[in-house]
């Protein structure tokens, strides 16, 4: 088996301010996602890379960056922070390829901007 | 515009009782997975279905390719299934995620 680290836990800042989340696999995957979740919502998709060296936009990368530093982990940027702004943050792993996305999560990062 | 619908937005149900829960999504899919989420907000995959019917447990997803649809049945269900269902949908790239279902049982 393998495991999904995020951190932090939780996180807390200030309006305007640069804040990066940090997720690690022990899968070997090949495929890795930033996914934003609001209150009683679905995910929207940010970021993701198919394998080490590629980066893709979702349909919410405005205001984020990512960074695929290797293979077993992804970061993302909220490059501003927006005030009130409170969210979960799930990354996610899956295999390249195959009929499923057999996507693992790990337990999220809860921003909350002051 | 919204690729992938779930309805309904939230169910409750008696223990014992069975759940039908439905997932639209906007073109055809290669890879149609359905997600549990528990209270405490962990996610985990509950079984993948592009197409055909799958079951696993008290699970039966049954997936129809060319009407772009998908369901969930729950089958006697229990106060630990309680929780949010959620679908995802893709063609050989990232997964869309619908808003899910809030299903709650009652003892």
């Known amino acids: 088996g393998g495991i999904i680290t995020q951190t932090p836990k939780f996180l807390i800042g200030q309006e305007g301010q640069k804040l990066t989340l940090k997720c690690q696999q022990n899968?070997?995957?090949?495929?890795m996602y930033w996914y934003r979740q609001d209150s009683g919502k679905g995910l929207r998709l940010i970021y993701y890379?198919?394998?080490?060296?590629?980066?893709q936009k979702g349909d919410l990368s405005e205001g984020y960056d990512a960074s695929r530093e290797k293979k077993s982990s992804f970061s993302l940027t909220v490059t501003s922070a927006q005030k009130n702004e409170m969210a979960v943050f799930l990354c996610?792993?899956?295999?390249?390829?195959?009929?499923?996305?057999?996507?693992?999560f790990g337990p999220g990062t809860r921003l909350t901007v002051l | 515009g919204q690729q992938v619908q779930q309805s309904p937005a939230s169910l409750v149900l008696q223990e014992g009782e069975n759940a039908e829960l439905q997932c639209n999504f906007s073109?055809?899919?290669?890879?149609l997975q359905w997600f549990y989420q528990s209270p405490g907000g962990s996610l985990v995959s509950l079984l993948s279905n592009p197409s055909g019917t799958k079951h696993t447990g008290r699970l039966t997803s049954t997936t129809v390719t060319k009407e772009r649809r998908s369901s969930l049945h729950i089958s006697s269900s229990q106060t630990t299934d309680s929780g949010t269902y959620l679908c995802?949908?893709?063609?050989?790239?990232?997964?869309?995620f619908g808003a899910g279902t809030k299903l709650s049982v009652k003892p």
């Open positions: 073109s055809t899919a290669t890879q």
């Open positions: 995802a949908w893709g063609n050989n790239n990232a997964p869309r």
């Open positions: 996610a792993s899956s295999p390249l390829g195959g009929s499923s996305y057999e996507q693992y």
């Open positions: 899968f070997n995957h090949d495929t």
């Open positions: 890379s198919i394998t080490e060296n590629d980066l």
